[in-house]
């Protein structure tokens, strides 16, 4: 195989149709329900998934769901209702901060918040988020994760959070993503239609999701595609470029907070030919050579992909019971 800088490129005609076509196979003769329910967020993935929802069901057997909580940014919703309005679905809007709040969400979350940095008070304009170190292709850091708070006055400060912290915090705001896949599936009853997921390749494989939140699907139509390939049928389909080229947000952190920033450590572009190169197992001299990078920084981004896969692994199992037998991933 030739690796080059083109070799994401897909067909984008050709690969929406084989998708439509699966999707609406899948959905009315395997699943047997008669639409699809789509949760929009004002993100590249979602507004692709929508398009080819219309294209598979038409506008009357799909139900597009916002489901902001206070946190969101409001460039969100705005952003999700032109995305609708383009292709013709009325949405239906969901707050799901009642939920959250009766789950404990934000309480759990900002008493972790508060024993690393005590002042934080999201009541006087306090905003937190959780990142990674973004140098991975400079120097070997390990996936250790940080806090950053932000004052009012906009100031940052960054501290190392204990595991303990870390923890509660992420238990915590994945309630946001399981509330939103519970909020689907009563759209998808309601109406017998299908959940659809918006997951990408780089989410899945990687494991930047939540069991059980918006893994929480019937079917997932872009589970497949890189990345920069959405970008591609995103191009092709007519999202809204406004959505096309806003920074890609997990949207969940009342701190703004890019994809890169809390969990992929690389942009895009780049990240996905070195992932690919690794699956398909390209010299490291090949890959550096037509990425202008050196073999140690290949192996810097080789080696995080493969310790992210491997310690989300149990992320993509499906339960266990009694009678199967499961070889432990090595440590």
């Given at each position: 195989?030739?690796?080059?800088?083109?070799?994401?490129?897909?067909?984008?005609?050709?690969?929406?149709?084989?998708?439509?076509?699966?999707?609406?196979?899948?959905?009315?003769?395997?699943?047997?329900?008669?639409?699809?329910?789509?949760?929009?967020?004002?993100?590249?993935?979602?507004?692709?998934?929508?398009?080819?929802?219309?294209?598979?069901?038409?506008?009357?057997?799909?139900?597009?769901?916002?489901?902001?909580?206070?946190?969101?940014d409001p460039e969100s919703e705005r952003l999700a209702r032109g995305l609708a309005r383009q292709y013709e679905v009325e949405p239906v809007l969901e707050d799901v901060t009642p939920a959250l709040e009766g789950f404990g969400c934000y309480r759990r979350r900002d008493e972790a918040i508060r024993r690393v940095f005590p002042e934080y008070d999201p009541t006087q304009g306090y905003k937190a988020k959780i990142v990674l170190p973004q140098n991975l292709l400079e120097e070997s850091t390990l996936n250790v994760f940080s806090l950053t708070l932000v004052t009012p006055d906009g100031q940052e400060r960054t501290s190392v959070l204990p595991v303990k912290e870390f923890l509660q915090i992420v238990a915590a705001s994945n309630l946001k993503q399981r509330t939103r896949m519970a909020t689907l599936y009563y759209h998808a009853e309601l109406h017998n239609f299908a959940v659809i997921g918006t997951a990408n390749k780089n989410e899945h494989d990687q494991g930047f999701f939540v069991k059980y939140g918006d893994a929480g699907v019937d079917i997932k139509p872009i589970g497949h595609l890189y990345k920069t390939q959405v970008y591609q049928l995103a191009a092709y389909l007519g999202v809204p470029e406004a959505i096309r080229k806003r920074p890609p947000t997990s949207d969940t952190y009342s701190a703004a907070c890019t994809q890169q920033e809390f969990f992929f450590r690389l942009p895009f572009d780049v990240m996905d030919l070195l992932w690919f190169a690794q699956e398909h197992d390209i010299p490291k001299t090949e890959a550096a050579r037509v990425m202008g990078l050196t073999e140690a920084q290949v192996q810097r981004a080789f080696d995080d992909f493969a310790s992210k896969s491997r310690t989300t692994n149990y992320l993509r199992m499906p339960p266990l019971d009694v009678e199967r037998r499961v070889v432990p991933t090595p440590p």
């Open positions: 195989m030739q690796f080059t800088k083109n070799v994401l490129a897909i067909e984008p005609a050709v690969e929406a149709d084989r998708i439509v076509q699966s999707v609406r196979s899948n959905v009315l003769s395997v699943l047997r329900r008669r639409g699809g329910v789509v949760g929009i967020s004002g993100g590249v993935d979602s507004a692709v998934v929508l398009a080819l929802c219309v294209r598979a069901f038409g506008v009357s057997k799909i139900t597009a769901v916002m489901m902001p909580d206070k946190d969101s």
